[in-house]
């Protein structure tokens, strides 16, 4: 199906179905302990051995030497893999890095070698027995002594629109800002993990993977093998927000040691590899530049990033929401990418926006009080209904300013009092701040295949992967609403590259893409139906388990005979050329700093969405109130902490890499709007999972300034960078 032209009426908009707070249908299995993820697949494969990765103890250099003796006399050990006896391997189209170092070493924990052994025990203990000398070579580890030799990002944003120069220095109020965000982890509950196993020339692999199609071209590519010979199966996956996108040591390392013990192997990469070895947030350094009439209307908007990344790799690009969240006739957008030997920075949550809206948003409360403008007002004032950089495509849908005035409404906004560190409660200081929220609408082609039974239930097949976000329940809605069945009457199986190619899960396009695939397989599915039963297919009603038209009526059971099976998918035109889709939103917090100590507590957070149809009001609250979280811990206390001597991250485990927790999170509310948009696929849904982190970190940033009066560009806001600024308590 090709959707190229906007929704009109179509079975979703029943929404007897879809649109509904269903329980999620894989809870019960999450929640007993019984969902297969990929390491604990005791059930496919007989005897595996175990596998353990030894990374790199330099970050940049080679490796001069490798002693495996001590390790092969190791109790238990099967085999050893390293690049000396692995074969050819090829870098995969998504890694920065290759997957197993040598001889030359590109980062810190960068695979050096896997032991194979009969336990995990005797893995890890022969792993240490592996004697590595190295020849260090010097590296940049320190994004801000590399700064001025960053280049332009190709493919990132790098835009002029009208002249910035001169509308910032005729502006009568004007900001020029410098702030940071730190390298972040997405230190996701369940470990990167693969089990492996050859039968002839073909391998199949369990693994913890949230793209099934790239990570089998991927794995295909690395070892060489024709991609037909490679199953990838990730059926249930504890956590990704990006760092899952893309194959990992663990999953090649995984193959390499199977073949050579010609066993099954299991690999689970140990925290520090998760932290070293995989992806990352990279680290921005970002300049803001605002200029504005005595009105309050910007008119001039400059948003310069600088990053870093291993050769090869991309930046942060954090300045993309500039161009699109207000108007602003004159503007400049600079993306900048610097070389860093760090390990591979790469997709977090919301890419992009998330830390370009981190010190976007603060800029906007700081020219605010420049101008002696309510925050939420003088974001109202500066709204656009079309793309700025290009003033003849309208936004498809864009209630910013909806968001802004409700949330405010039902957050009690008109409280707050503008002069920082006013209000004082026991010892501590209260204050409000606002953020607004932002994150383009993106689509990705996205197959599905549904069979009616025999029996009158319907099954529905996917490659889609379910990474905690409800996958499963929304895709089981769509093919319930189409079909006219009850929800407990669909099967949905998810993450098996030998199901259609789906959108798979990540950027904010997971739930709409591969619902719409679903969508266009049950369409055909329909028609299938109606041939069979002699009705016209524009003219009948799916509903409790019967198809009607005509006056005629009849059991999908009956019709189903030995079963109908369809495959389509959905792929998308050039709409996105026409209209500028994004997602909007507004993130409000309350906040109290502590007067003595400069401890910060979030005391209240709302969230109000604008995200199109909301399939599912209740695992998409969960999304957004798990981003709200996250969000916070960005903006309160996580940073990777470099070794800026030998380059790696110190702070490499959930013991010293903090993030928030149930004691850190007051009660989070969410809305969202009532919306359709029908430009955006035949659900008129959009993404809403990252659109949850993108400003809520600014937020918090706001109401610590108008709680205490400390104004801080540098995140993490930790105490120390408060507490001697506070204001006089006495």
């Not at 299995?29 to 604990?40: D, F, H, I, N, R």
């Not at 610097?338 to 020219?367: F, Q, S, T, W």
Request: proline share 5%; aromatic share 6%.
């Amino acid at each position: 199906m090709k959707f190229d032209t906007p929704a009109t009426t179509n079975p979703i908009d029943r929404q007897r179905v879809v649109g509904k707070p269903h329980d999620r249908i894989d809870g019960p299995l999450k929640t007993t302990g019984t969902a297969p993820y990929a390491y604990e697949r005791h059930d496919v494969f007989d005897d595996p051995a175990y596998g353990f990765v030894l990374g790199a103890g330099i970050a940049k250099g080679r490796i001069k030497s490798i002693d495996l003796a001590d390790a092969k006399a190791s109790p238990g050990v099967l085999a050893i893999v390293t690049a000396a006896n692995a074969g050819p391997l090829q870098k995969g189209d998504f890694n920065t890095a290759k997957l197993l170092a040598g001889p030359e070493v590109e980062h810190y924990h960068q695979a050096v070698a896997l032991v194979v052994a009969e336990t995990f025990e005797q893995a890890r203990a022969a792993a240490h027995r592996i004697h590595v000398e190295y020849a260090r070579s010097d590296g940049q580890y320190d994004l801000a002594s590399v700064r001025d030799s960053a280049t332009p990002a190709k493919g990132a944003p790098n835009d002029r629109h009208g002249d910035f120069d001169a509308a910032f220095a005729a502006a009568p109020v004007k900001l020029d800002a410098q702030y940071t965000t730190p390298d972040q982890s997405h230190a996701m509950m369940e470990p990167h993990a693969s089990i492996a196993a050859w039968q002839g020339d073909a391998l199949t692999l369990y693994t913890s993977n949230q793209m099934i199609n790239w990570g089998k071209g991927d794995v295909a590519k690395t070892l060489g093998i024709p991609k037909d010979k490679v199953r990838l199966v990730s059926p249930y996956i504890g956590g990704g927000f990006g760092g899952k996108l893309f194959v990992r040591a663990d999953a090649v390392l995984a193959a390499l040691g199977a073949r050579m013990a010609k066993r099954p192997v299991k690999v689970m990469l140990q925290r520090p590899l998760i932290f070293n070895n995989t992806t990352h947030r990279p680290a921005t350094i970002q300049r803001i530049r605002l200029g504005a009439d005595r009105d309050g209307k910007l008119t001039a908007i400059g948003h310069e990033s600088w990053s870093g990344d291993l050769p090869g790799g991309g930046p942060e690009t954090a300045t993309g929401q500039t161009a699109l969240l207000y108007a602003g006739a004159n503007r400049k957008l600079a993306t900048l990418l610097a070389v860093l030997d760090l390990p591979e920075g790469n997709a977090m949550r919301a890419p992009g926006e998330a830390p370009g809206l981190m010190a976007l948003e603060i800029a906007m409360d700081e020219m605010a009080e420049k101008l002696a403008l309510d925050p939420v007002e003088f974001r109202v004032r500066n709204d656009t209904r079309v793309d700025p950089m290009k003033p003849d495509r309208p936004f498809s849908q864009r209630h910013l300013v909806e968001c802004l005035r409700t949330g405010a409404d039902k957050f009690g906004w008109r409280k707050r009092k503008a002069q920082p560190a006013s209000v004082r409660e026991d010892g501590w200081l209260i204050g409000m701040g606002v953020a607004s929220a932002f994150r383009n609408n993106l689509v990705q082609k996205s197959g599905a295949r549904v069979r009616l039974e025999r029996d009158g239930t319907v099954t529905v097949e996917t490659d889609m992967t379910d990474i905690g976000t409800g996958s499963y329940t929304i895709i089981a809605q769509t093919a319930a609403e189409m079909l006219g069945v009850p929800l407990d009457r669909v099967s949905v199986r998810l993450g098996d590259s030998s199901f259609p190619v789906s959108s798979g899960s990540g950027g904010q396009w997971g739930a709409n893409s591969s619902t719409a695939g679903v969508y266009a397989a049950c369409v055909k599915l329909r028609e299938a139906i109606a041939a069979k039963a002699g009705f016209d297919a524009q003219a009948c009603d799916f509903a409790g388990g019967r198809v009607r038209a005509g006056g005629e009526s009849r059991d999908l059971a009956d019709l189903a005979g030995d079963g109908i099976t369809v495959e389509d998918f959905i792929e998308f035109g050039d709409l996105d050329k026409q209209y500028q889709q994004s997602t909007f939103g507004a993130h409000f917090v309350e906040a109290a700093v502590h007067g003595h100590t400069g401890e910060i507590r979030v005391r209240r957070m709302l969230a109000v969405c604008s995200a199109g149809r909301i399939l599912n009001p209740k695992s998409a609250r969960s999304q957004v109130i798990g981003a709200m979280t996250m969000g916070t811990g960005a903006a309160l206390m996580e940073h990777l902490a470099v070794d800026k001597r030998f380059g790696y991250f110190v702070n490499h485990d959930l013991a010293q890499y903090e993030v928030a927790v149930h004691a850190d999170i007051p009660h989070q509310d969410v809305i969202f709007l009532d919306e359709t948009d029908p430009v955006s696929s035949p659900m008129k849904a959009k993404g809403v999972g990252e659109l949850g982190i993108c400003g809520i970190a600014a937020a918090v940033a706001n109401a610590v300034y108008n709680a205490s009066g400390v104004r801080v560009r540098d995140y993490p806001i930790t105490l120390d960078k408060v507490l001697d600024k506070l204001p006089n308590m006495t």
